[in-house]
């Protein structure tokens, strides 16, 4: 009895595992040259070496860590991806701004309101589908939403009184998103409609869609 308990856990560690890997390859290929990893072996499967995918998902340790180069935030997001993530833990993540024109009490303020906006957002009522992607877009929409320093007053007035274009999103949950062929036309067909947002493979699979 005990012997199948630890095989069934097993198996439930390496199906947490192989997902974060297929997370971690569908990130790499959506911001090619902006993920980086300490780990030889996620090196290998950042590269697509399907081999050492496998391997990973056979030896690997928890917990799973990288960092994702915001290049337009000119901001490091660290994620770490804790052993039962996605199932039943949520990730770990905190950003660090490396934006050389703010000063060092901008950027320890700015730090600390932005990592305290990611801990809500993967504390929400949401959390089960709190993953890596909507994590980078809550980054990225604090971005578009600042407002751009040193301008002049007149400039800025006139930034207020601009119409904000409407803002569309909506959830598609498909019965599963494995295949990383599949996943890679989601994200070209989303391209080709100017389309943002993020998918998370697995089992449901979801896909978060911004107009």
């Given at each position: 009895m005990n012997g199948r308990c630890e095989r069934g856990a097993k198996r439930g560690q390496n199906g947490a595992i192989g997902e974060q890997l297929n997370e971690l390859q569908l990130i790499n290929s959506m911001y090619p040259n902006q993920v980086t990893v300490s780990d030889r072996s996620l090196e290998a499967v950042l590269a697509g070496d399907e081999d050492a995918v496998s391997e990973c998902i056979a030896i690997h340790e928890h917990p799973v860590e990288f960092c994702f180069l915001s290049l337009a935030n000119k901001a490091e997001i660290y994620f770490t991806l804790p052993e039962k993530y996605p199932h039943s833990a949520p990730l770990n993540a905190f950003v660090r701004?490396?934006?050389?024109?703010?000063?060092?009490?901008?950027?320890?303020?700015?730090?600390?309101?932005?990592?305290?906006?990611?801990?809500?957002?993967?504390?929400?009522?949401?959390?089960?589908?709190?993953?890596?992607?909507?994590?980078?877009?809550?980054?990225?929409?604090?971005?578009?939403?600042?407002?751009?320093?040193?301008?002049?007053?007149?400039?800025?007035?006139?930034?207020?009184?601009?119409?904000?274009?409407?803002?569309?999103?909506?959830?598609?949950?498909?019965?599963?998103?494995?295949?990383?062929?599949?996943?890679?036309?989601?994200?070209?067909?989303?391209?080709?409609?100017?389309l943002s947002g993020f998918s998370r493979p697995g089992k449901p699979g979801v896909d978060h869609v911004y107009h």
């Open positions: 701004l490396t934006d050389s024109e703010l000063s060092s009490a901008q950027s320890k303020q700015l730090q600390c309101e932005l990592n305290e906006r990611i801990a809500r957002h993967i504390a929400s009522a949401n959390a089960h589908f709190v993953d890596v992607f909507s994590v980078i877009k809550l980054i990225e929409d604090w971005q578009s939403e600042e407002k751009p320093r040193n301008t002049h007053s007149t400039n800025a007035s006139v930034a207020s009184n601009e119409k904000r274009p409407n803002l569309s999103r909506i959830w598609i949950f498909s019965h599963h998103i494995y295949s990383n062929t599949k996943r890679k036309d989601i994200v070209d067909r989303a391209k080709q409609l100017s």
